[in-house]
Structures are given as structure tokens and as C-alpha cells.
């Protein structure tokens, strides 16, 4: 019953950051709100770490399986991208390696490139 | 056949089979392409194209399983509060560096979308495709791009992150293990982290410290770097 009594907490959250979201208008989506919602919850010590954990790993630990349907979708909409597939692969490499080439340019130019700490 | 698939329990039975295969094949032939979600999609597809089955059809159970994905987000903040700790201690420059990733993940996607002449909804569909899945999903939603585009684009994004990992850190000479770690979660997400995990504890900390936090930042960056992006570009055109 702990999974279900957490899922109780941790659905909960969801669908009041989703309420919020929706109620002010914001561009910021509800699951988002609700991420920041319950890191606040755990920050502040109103709720305990073992108060949700198990429900958490759980979905966590199967998150991949979790977006096979939204990954099917493509099938509805295979002939829109069936020309523009080969751009799609090669702009999704190239930003990749300038994005992790920035972000850790950027990272080192601000710790030092010696890192004597964390081993 | 149609008692068969006509059933709230036939895509829920198919995606947990196809994901099996999946994870099967990534762990029999250890390739980063292998990578199971993709190929448990790719079984799916292939089964429902096969068999002449509607993907509505599919989506009757499909729909179970995409529902996680909410509460899988908020589950996220779980992690993070764990990191928390290590953040503190040089707190300004991680996420100085997250911050810049994220804009210059956006950034260069407007840049070559525009460049290659694609349509909006296709660069709305890519913008997030450095962030974690259910954080991008949302994000193209919200942005009016095409979700399953947007899914494997950064499925995609994971998997080549994860495979020029070494090479860009070779080329781009990092050294500082936090440095990795931060660059490996900033522009690869989850399946970036599992090659900073090969590496080491400093860089799988902080690549995975740097999932959720890119997630956030790119929310809340993407409409503006959007705009400033696609504005500049027109003028300079």
C-alpha cells in the first residue's frame, strides 16, 4: 500500500501544478510547476524524503517505457517528415556537440580546469 | 483479430513486449543505437503497420501509459533534491554553464532549422530536444511543435550525445570532471548521463544534476531565445 499512498501525493502534486498552469495562463507547463511544487515540499521539510521516494524511483525507473506512445505517434505523421528526416538527424548532432562543447567550455572557464575535489 | 485489439489491454500488452525486446536487444549487442526505447517504438510501429492495425486502436491503451508521464516529471524533483548538496558548493558557475548550454542549445537549433529552410512547426518540434523527454514533450506543446517529432529528436539527441561524448571532450580539451558532467546533462539529458556514469561519480552526479535543471531553464529561456534567435536572423538576412 506505501506505492499507492504515494502516488496519492505525487499525482496530487501533478494535477494541482497542471490546475495552476492552466488557471493563470502560464506558459511554464503543469508538470513543470508541479517538479518545482514538490522540490519545495522536500526543500522546506514539510514533506519527507521517505514520504515519497519509493512511488518516485518507481516511476523514474521505468521512465523510457513510459513514452513509447508519444514516440508511436510518428506514425501519424510520417508523411509530413518523410523528405526532411536526414536535415532532422543532422541538426540534432550538430546542436548536440556545439551544445556540449559550449556548456563545458563555458563550465571550466569558470571552475578552473583542475578539479581536485568530488573523487 | 479485432476482439484481440480492440481491447484497453492490447497496447498496454504491446508496449511492455516491445519495450522486453528492446531492452533484450540493447544489453545482447551493447550498441548506443540499440537503444531500447527507440527500438521498442520501432517494434510497435512496425507490428501496427504490419498487421494493418489503426493507431488510434493502439492508443486506447497507449494512452495508459502516456499518462505516467506527468507524475514521472514531478518524481523528477526527487533527484534533484538529493543533488542539492553537491549544487551548493559551486552553485554560480554550474548553473552559469547550464544556463549558457541551454541557450545555446536553442539557439543553434533555431539557427539550423532556419538554415536548412524548415518550417515552424518543425523548429518548435526541435527546440527542446536537448531536455529530458517529459520536460520536452511538454515544452512543444506548449510552443506548438509535433510531439512525436520532438520525442525522437530527442531520443536521437541522446544517443549521438552519448556516442561523440568522447570525442567532443578529446577535441574540446575538458579536464574538470564537474565541467563533463555539466556539459553531458546540459546537451545529451538522461542517456548523455549513462556515458558520464562509464566516467566516473563526479561526472554522473553532476550530468545528472544538470537534467533537471536545463529541463527548467530551457522552459523559461525557450520563447525568448526563440524570438531574439529568429529576429536576428531575419535581419541579417
Redesign the interface.
Given at each position: 500500500m506505501k506505492l499507492f499512498r504515494q502516488?496519492i501525493i505525487?499525482?496530487g502534486?501533478?494535477l494541482l501544478?497542471?490546475w495552476i498552469s492552466k488557471t493563470l495562463h502560464w506558459?511554464?507547463?503543469?508538470?513543470?510547476v508541479?517538479?518545482?511544487?514538490?522540490?519545495g515540499l522536500?526543500?522546506s521539510k514539510m514533506l519527507k524524503?521517505e514520504q515519497?521516494?519509493a512511488?518516485?524511483?518507481f516511476?523514474?525507473d521505468?521512465?523510457?517505457?513510459?513514452?513509447?506512445?508519444?514516440?508511436?505517434?510518428?506514425?501519424?505523421?510520417y508523411a509530413?517528415?518523410q523528405g526532411?528526416w536526414l536535415?532532422?538527424?543532422?541538426?540534432?548532432?550538430?546542436?548536440?556537440?556545439?551544445?556540449?562543447?559550449?556548456?563545458?567550455?563555458?563550465?571550466?572557464a569558470?571552475?578552473?580546469?583542475?578539479?581536485r575535489?568530488?573523487? | 483479430m479485432e476482439y484481440l485489439t480492440d481491447n484497453l489491454v492490447f497496447g498496454i500488452v504491446l508496449s511492455l513486449a516491445a519495450f522486453e525486446a528492446g531492452l533484450w536487444i540493447s544489453k545482447k549487442t551493447k550498441l548506443a543505437i540499440f537503444n531500447p526505447l527507440l527500438v521498442a517504438i520501432f517494434i510497435v510501429v512496425v507490428f501496427l503497420i504490419a498487421a494493418d492495425i489503426d493507431i488510434e486502436t493502439y492508443n486506447q491503451g497507449g494512452q495508459f501509459i502516456h499518462m505516467f508521464l506527468g507524475p514521472a516529471t514531478v518524481a523528477l524533483a526527487v533527484p534533484l533534491y538529493k543533488k542539492l548538496d553537491q549544487l551548493k558548493q559551486h552553485a554560480v558557475p554550474i548553473l552559469t554553464s547550464i544556463l549558457f548550454g541551454s541557450v545555446v542549445s536553442v539557439a543553434s537549433v533555431v539557427f539550423f532549422t532556419m538554415l536548412f529552410g524548415l518550417e515552424h512547426e518543425i523548429i518548435m518540434s526541435l527546440l527542446p530536444k536537448s531536455v529530458t523527454t517529459p520536460i520536452g514533450i511538454e515544452l512543444s506543446k506548449q510552443m506548438g511543435g509535433i510531439v512525436p517529432v520532438t520525442v525522437l529528436s530527442i531520443i536521437i539527441t541522446g544517443i549521438s550525445g552519448a556516442m561523440m561524448a568522447p570525442a567532443v571532450i578529446k577535441l574540446a580539451k575538458l579536464k574538470n570532471k564537474i565541467a563533463i558532467g555539466i556539459a553531458l546533462g546540459t546537451s545529451a539529458h538522461a542517456i548523455g548521463t549513462t556515458k558520464a556514469l562509464e566516467m566516473g561519480e563526479t561526472e554522473s552526479a553532476m550530468s545528472s544534476l544538470a537534467i533537471g535543471i536545463a529541463g527548467i531553464m530551457t522552459v523559461f529561456i525557450a520563447p525568448w531565445v526563440y524570438q531574439l534567435t529568429y529576429g536576428l536572423l531575419f535581419f541579417w538576412q
Open positions: 502516488a505525487i499525482f502534486i501533478y501544478g497542471d506558459m511554464v507547463p503543469g508538470n513543470i508541479g517538479m518545482l511544487i514538490l522540490l522536500l526543500y524524503l515519497v521516494e512511488m518516485a524511483g516511476l523514474l521505468h521512465l523510457a517505457f513510459f513514452f513509447i506512445p508519444a514516440g508511436v505517434g510518428i506514425l501519424s505523421i509530413g517528415i526532411i536535415k532532422l538527424l543532422l541538426i540534432c548532432v550538430i546542436t548536440t556537440a556545439i551544445t556540449m562543447t559550449a556548456t563545458g567550455k563555458m563550465a571550466e569558470l571552475l578552473g580546469r583542475n578539479n575535489q568530488g573523487e | -
